[in-house]
Each structure stands twice: as structure tokens, then as C-alpha cells.
């Protein structure tokens, strides 16, 4: 393992970093580097935005101290991370945006989540909104981060003006037309779906390249990283991209995999094969993503879990494994927000996100393997 550390948003409502101040930056920097994590991947656009934004369609909350700052204690964070020895990400969420703000409506259909929808990647005006707001993100932060993590998460819905789109790939890839697949007879122990995800997959490789030409162009010249969703249920596990494809249009990206619902309980080794295995042995270096100080669960009223358990079952899995770097989704908890909340946490096993973060991390010092 290269890389251990923490996955965490400066976004509003996500009840982690959002109102951080300098002096809690120097404490979470100074925890990490006691405790042995070497990595911080800083989510600044998530469903919400938690960055200082001049478009107008990004949602802005003043209550934000990043954006009150300026953008300065993201400057901070990143800085202070560095000179810490610390390897620093950025997490830019492409795909989903605060309807009211954004001010088109989603051609998808579903109910806003903290008042955000997700947007595919061919819906007019969207897509060149998605890299425009990457562009604004390389010219403020490109040069003062290690990495980048591009997300296009719910993105391959089938709203009508796509069908003409995956119809002339089709044609050219030799595929059955959208009629045709939508009379595909469903097989219990097979997966139909096939061509509308390699179609899927080939808008998402389109996109990341526009994203990329656009960041390199701001002169960003860190390594650059995607996700590969999945959903995992009970006995049953499925991956939205076809990640050969990726691997071949991508081949110089790293891939970040994640469980999707963060409970280590369900389909445990098949999953360490859908995010590890697999991945690597088509070339991927695996971005391994868990449950850290979490109190989500999905759905949304399922049970709680035991944090040491989960804890104690990703120290094992990552010890088996090996993936070459291991990112825990929160650091802390201060409010009662969607992902980590400090309302929540007691019954999770803990007073405060400080108390369970150095409990996790001192629980990885003692079983996870390094390699130089």
C-alpha cells in the first residue's frame, strides 16, 4: 500500500469539514500525520458546493467558511497538508447540481437529494457547464494539489435525447438499436444490459477527456483519477462501467472502487474482487474507498453498524488485498449532516469525529501492510 487516508468535503450539509476553521485543520493535519495517513482527498463539489464559485449556477452558501474565506482555507488545508507530508486530492462531483441554482431542469427522473439532481452527459448546455465549472476548479487549485478525482456518478440514465446518441454508436460499433434492447428477455442469472453500458461507458471516457484537455490546458499536471460505481445488494453485485474500456481509452487514470453501500457485512469477498481484483488485473492502480467516521447508511432508515467492526474488517480485507491506496469517507463529525453526523455518532460507538478518527487510524497502525 502506497497511500492511506482520509476522503472528506468542505461541502455544506455534509456535516463533516464544512464549517472548519484553520486551527481544526492543524488538528486533523496533525492527527493524520501521528497516526500514519499519508493522503487527504478534499471534496470541494459534491451534490453541494464547497468552494468559492464566480458561476452563478453553482449554489454558494455564506455559512460555508471555505467559501466565506475565499477560498483560503482550501489554500490552507492543501498547504499545510503538503508541509505535513501528506499526498493531496481534489474531488470534483461532475454530474450533480442544486436544481435551483443550476436552473435547468434534469432530463432524469427521481426526487432532489439536498435539492440536487443528477444531469447526463449529453443533455444540452450541461455538459459544457460540467467542464466549465472543472476549468474554474484547475485555474483556482490546480497547481496546490497532487491529484484529481473526476466523478460522473448517476449520469447514464436514457432520457429520449440520448436514444438517437446510442443509436449512431450502435450503427457504428455493430450493435442492436435501443428498440432492440429494450426486448432483451430478462435472465435472472445473466446480465442483459450490456450495450447501454458500454455506450455509457464510452460517453463517460468523451467527457473525462474533454475534462482533462481542459485541466491540463490550466496547467494542472497531477495524476488524474475516475470512479467506478457499483451497486451492492444482497446477493447481488453490479458494475455501471465497463472498466476494459476504460482502462483502454484511459490507460494513464487511476480508479477509485467503493462498496457503495459501506458495510463490509455484505458480499465481503466479492466485492474486494469487483474493487480490487479485478480492477488490477486489467492494469488499474486501485483507489480503494470505505467507511470511515460514517454514520450514512442506505437505505436511508437501515440499520446502524458498528464502527469497529467495519473498521476491524477493512484492516483485514486491506491486509489480503493490498490495494495500493485506502481512503476512509470521513474524518469527522460536527453536525448532523447527510454522510457524517455528530447526532448520530454515539450510537455509533462514539462521543466526537476527533475520538472515533484516532481510534481508526490507530487501529490501521496496527494492521495494515506498506510498501515503499
Sequence with gaps: MHEIGFWDYTCPRHGS???????????LLDDMQ???????????????????SRLPWLDQDPGNTSIASGNDLIHYALDQAKKRGIRTWL????????????????????????????????????????????????????????????????????????????????????????????????????YPFTHWRDFATFRRIEMLKRIEATLRTRGFTGVLSTIAEIDNGIGSINMASNLKMLREALPHFRLVTYDSIYDRRVNR??????????????????????????????????PRMDLLEQWQMTVEDAA????????FMGAD???????????KLPAWGFPD????????????????????
Excluded at 444531469?119 to 474554474?136: F, G, S
Excluded at 449520469?155 to 454508436?169: K, M, S, T, V
Design 17 to 27: 469539514l464544512e464549517h472548519y476553521t484553520k486551527q481544526d485543520w492543524d488538528e
Design 34 to 52: 501521528a497516526g500514519g495517513f499519508n493522503s487527504l482527498v478534499l471534496g470541494i463539489k459534491w451534490l453541494t458546493t464547497g468552494y468559492r
Design 91 to 190: 474531488l470534483i462531483v461532475a454530474s450533480i447540481f442544486h436544481v435551483d441554482w443550476f436552473g435547468i431542469e434534469p432530463a432524469q427522473s427521481g426526487e432532489p437529494f439536498l435539492g440536487a439532481r443528477a444531469y447526463d452527459l449529453d443533455q444540452p448546455v450541461v455538459n459544457d457547464r460540467m467542464v466549465e465549472m472543472c476549468d474554474e476548479i484547475g485555474e483556482l487549485f490546480g497547481r496546490a494539489c497532487d491529484g484529481m478525482v473526476i466523478e460522473l456518478e448517476f449520469c447514464d440514465g436514457a432520457p429520449p435525447h440520448r436514444l438517437p446518441i446510442y443509436n449512431e454508436w450502435a450503427s457504428i460499433n455493430n450493435r442492436p438499436d435501443f428498440a432492440t434492447i429494450q426486448k432483451i428477455d430478462l435472465q435472472p442469472r445473466s
Design 269 to 302: 469477498l466479492a466485492t474486494m474482487d469487483f474493487c480490487v481484483e479485478y480492477p488490477r488485473s486489467i492494469g488499474f492502480d486501485v483507489q480503494f474507498l470505505t467507511r470511515g467516521v460514517m454514520t450514512w447508511t442506505w437505505p436511508p432508515d437501515g
Design 320 to 327: 489480503r488485498f493490498d490495494p495500493p491506496t485506502l481512503w
Design 333 to 343: 463529525a460536527r453536525l448532523d449532516g447527510a454522510v457524517c453526523s455528530q447526532v
Design 353 to 372: 469525529g476527533r475520538t472515533a478518527r484516532r481510534k481508526l487510524m490507530e487501529i490501521c497502525a496496527h494492521g495494515v501492510k506498506w510498501r515503499e
